[in-house]
């Protein structure tokens, strides 16, 4: 990574603690626009909570986050949405009934005046949401189409490209391939991959090495709420990624009591 490029978020030593639970134990990541960043992890590492953190729906119990060089406390997502952090969650916030369009501008919907009156100009709407689905590589039968007729991956692609059309800079994805099957998950790695070259930084969280692996710039894994730090691609092979997951200690003792490798 280029030195003249500067962090679009620092989060520095991070740690979050519900009661007694310690999710989060001291965690810290730069991101930088125009990188796929993965964030990788086993069940209950602290994935969800690290992304949380970053997105203004947890405040951190110590630690603290830079914003573009500056010390940020969002009082909530919107604030976090409002300074170009978006997330878009694998059970996506969409209607199935309504066209692609629709979903597209919900809650942004644009407007043309009609005599006193306000109404939504679909016109507009349809020719945007075309244009920025083709750009993703989805061509689309129409802005019409119901959103219910478009498959897993096409989905999240909607997602992704509303989010940045409405001016994500920091994309944060949790876990959008995980119940897609492979041609779908080549469909939004894709994607990943398109949005990322625009300049926005993504954070990719999975559990799938070979997803990380094939779109990924840097790699961090945490394990049970500690990471060892930050990889960059072609400095750690997917097996040590995995090992990292499994937690290199556990794997180890496992192997050995399987008399073989895992
Ligand atoms: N709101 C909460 N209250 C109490 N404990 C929580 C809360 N959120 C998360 N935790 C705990 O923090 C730890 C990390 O959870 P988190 O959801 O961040 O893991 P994850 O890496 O996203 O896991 P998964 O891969 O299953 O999504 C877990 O032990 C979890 O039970
Ligand atoms: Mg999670």
Redo the contacts with the bound molecule.
């Keep these: 990574m280029s030195t003249d490029i500067k962090p679009l978020i620092q989060m520095k030593n991070i740690e979050k603690h519900?009661g007694r639970?310690i999710?989060l134990a001291g965690v810290s990541v730069d991101i930088f626009p125009g990188e796929c960043h993965c964030l990788l992890?086993d069940?209950?590492?602290?994935?969800?909570?690290?992304i949380k953190t970053m997105s203004g729906v947890h405040k951190p119990t110590h630690g603290e986050i830079l914003f573009d060089g500056v010390p940020m406390q969002f009082a909530d997502p919107r604030d976090a949405i409002t300074a170009g952090i978006a997330t878009v969650h694998q059970h996506l916030a969409m209607i199935p009934l309504m066209s692609v369009s629709r979903n597209f501008f919900m809650g942004n919907e644009p407007q043309k005046s009609f005599g006193p009156f306000k109404v939504f100009d679909h016109a507009h709407a349809n020719e945007v949401t075309m244009t920025e689905m083709r750009k993703m590589g989805i061509n689309l039968r129409g802005p019409d189409q119901a959103v219910g007729t478009l498959s897993g991956g096409e989905r999240q692609t909607v997602a992704i490209a509303r989010a940045v059309h409405f001016g994500a800079k920091v994309l944060i994805l949790d876990e959008p391939t995980s119940a897609l099957g492979v041609r779908q998950t080549a469909n939004v790695l894709a994607t990943i991959d398109k949005v990322r070259k625009q300049g926005v930084a993504v954070v990719f969280i999975t559990?799938n090495v070979r997803h990380a692996m094939a779109v990924g710039d840097r790699f961090t894994v945490?394990n049970r709420g500690k990471t060892l730090g930050t990889a960059t691609r072609g400095e750690v092979s997917p097996e040590e990624l995995q090992d990292l997951m499994a937690g290199g200690q556990e794997l180890a003792t496992l192997e050995g009591s399987l008399g073989g490798t895992v």
Excluded: D
């Design positions: 519900f639970v999710a992890g069940n209950g590492a602290g994935k969800s909570t690290f559990h945490l």
